[in-house]
């Protein structure tokens, strides 16, 4: 079920080549608190760090079927610094998630709908440790 995950970022990608744009503007649009938390980040370089990992963690999650929750406390561990609570580094997951939904339209499948589903129940377990 989790190769759907795979199947659906695979999807965005060769409809967007970079989604770093479009999840920002998912992420700003729906927590616009954020927005100055990146403002010395002037080439991206820091989002597309942010992204990049986190797309790690999901195609990792889709390839061994489980959240990796030590390497995922340590992330929101980091964000707390940043004054950035567990859910809205939660939220992020889901963030991530529309915006693939949304792109595909009628490419995003009810399969598609249940593996990201179950991640997202993992990512918001992990919160509470």
């Not at 567990?86 to 889901?94: D, G, H, I, K, Q």
Request: proline share 3%; charged share 25%; hydrophobic share 45%.
């Amino acid at each position: 079920m989790a190769s759907e995950i795979v199947t659906s970022l695979e999807y965005l990608a060769a409809r967007l080549e970079d989604p770093q744009a479009q999840i920002y503007q998912y992420l700003y649009r729906q927590h616009p608190e954020v927005r100055p938390l990146f403002v010395l980040d002037t080439d991206g370089g820091v989002r597309g760090a942010m992204l990049q990992t986190t797309i790690e963690t999901i195609l990792d999650y889709a390839a061994q079927d489980r959240l990796d929750h030590v390497s995922l406390s340590a992330w929101r561990s980091h964000h707390v610094a940043y004054e950035v609570d567990p859910e809205l580094f939660t939220r992020f997951f889901v963030i991530i998630r529309d915006c693939v939904k949304d792109t595909l339209g009628h490419q995003w499948t009810a399969a598609m709908d249940l593996a990201w589903l179950d991640l997202l129940r993992q990512v918001e377990a992990s919160e509470n440790g």
